[in-house]
């Protein structure tokens, strides 16, 4: 229905700034709010950020806010997470997830559609 391509993910150096782009298809993106989730080895997959329908609501993951940025630009169907001074103990794989409900829920089996990922190692 509405399938995801993340990009953006990489190497980057402890303190350092990356920016992902999640991109979907379909025709009603719009409808959809958007949160990004992150899995390190070993550990569960958890909530880092969530976006509303218009992208005039944001809600963040304490560990990431006020350095994390969540974004969408509906005109091209792509939600963003820009990160800056990350730090190695963030280094995962990051998804973008869509959730058709306008309620705010950060758990991931209550997300509709998932991407594939994209990988972010931060070194030391």
């Known amino acids: 229905q509405v399938p995801l391509v993340e990009s953006g993910g990489g190497l980057v150096q402890a303190g350092g700034s990356l920016r992902l782009s999640c991109a979907a298809s379909?025709?009603?993106?719009?409808?959809?709010?958007m949160g990004w989730f992150r899995q390190a080895p070993g550990k569960e997959r958890e909530f880092v950020a969530r976006i509303s329908w218009s992208g005039g609501s944001t809600y963040y993951a304490d560990s990431v806010k006020g350095r994390f940025t969540i974004t969408r630009d509906n005109a091209k169907n792509t939600v963003y997470l820009r990160m800056i001074s990350l730090k190695p103990e963030e280094t995962a794989v990051y998804y973008c997830a869509a959730d058709k409900s306008p309620v705010r829920r950060i758990t991931p089996k209550s997300y509709d559609y998932w991407g594939q990922g994209t990988q972010i190692t931060v070194s030391s």
């Open positions: 379909g025709r009603t993106f719009g409808s959809y709010a």
